[in-house]
């Protein structure tokens, strides 16, 4: 039995069903070079080597680091609201969903240190991320604003908005603190905080379930 033979373009469609795990594939090493390096110092080598791949086919699938970079927080992102919606699953609390996410992250203080460096950049708004992280603020607080905490509930002082804000701004705090003094426990002081808010709502009348 003969079999028909492969032409240059079956040859091409073959090379291309590999794509986007590769493009996975760097983008998860991408993560991990940004996080032990930081994006300024990271390398486009340095994130080919990891991911098994030559620095021209990088540059096939990204144009640059900066393209890396967005992909990168992208997944990151994914990666937290998946882990975020298994917690829920799970049938974790919420005053405590937060800090099980954050629990990697603040478990390792060069990773965190990376991201808070990024993260404060970007708030230049000629930064490569910046657009990234105002879209993140804004999503984050419309999930603290319409999700099961009681974050989403207005009361007498607070608009669920300026909650969100304060939950956000006490994260960012946290992350600080954390490094600047390790034998505190930021995630258990998240949580006091998560369980304040609860607490405040109880004793306004709104619940999670109003």
């Given at each position: ?13 073959g ?12 983008v ?14 990271a ?5 080919a080597?990891r ?9 096939r699938?990204?144009s ?15 990666d ?7 917690i ?7 005053p ?8 990697e ?7 965190q ?19 990234f ?12 604003r ?6 989403a509930y ?7 908005d300026?909650?969100?804000v ?28 998560m ?9 306004t ?6």
């Amino acid at each position: 039995m003969s079999s028909t033979p492969s032409t240059p373009s079956t040859r091409r469609r073959g090379s291309y069903a590999t794509t986007p795990a590769r493009r996975s594939q760097i983008v998860r090493a991408a993560l991990a070079s940004f996080a032990e390096h930081g994006y300024e110092r990271a390398s486009l080598r340095d994130i080919a080597a990891r991911a098994g791949v030559t620095h021209p086919a990088l540059l096939r699938h990204f144009s640059g680091k900066e393209e890396l970079l967005l992909a990168a927080l992208a997944q990151r992102e994914a990666d937290e609201e998946e882990q975020a919606a298994r917690i829920l699953a799970s049938g974790t609390a919420g005053p405590a969903v937060l800090g099980e996410v954050l629990a990697e992250e603040f478990a390792d203080p060069d990773y965190q240190r990376s991201w808070l460096a990024l993260a404060i950049a970007a708030t230049n708004p000629t930064h490569p991320a910046h657009e990234f992280f105002a879209g993140r603020r804004e999503r984050l607080r419309t999930r603290l604003r319409s999700g099961p905490l009681r974050t989403a509930y207005d009361s007498p002082d607070l608009t669920a908005d300026e909650k969100a804000v304060m939950v956000l701004a006490m994260l960012d705090g946290l992350r600080m603190q954390a490094l600047l003094d390790p034998s505190q426990e930021p995630l258990r002081l998240l949580e006091v905080f998560m369980h304040t808010i609860d607490e405040f709502e109880d004793v306004t009348g709104r619940g999670a379930g109003t």
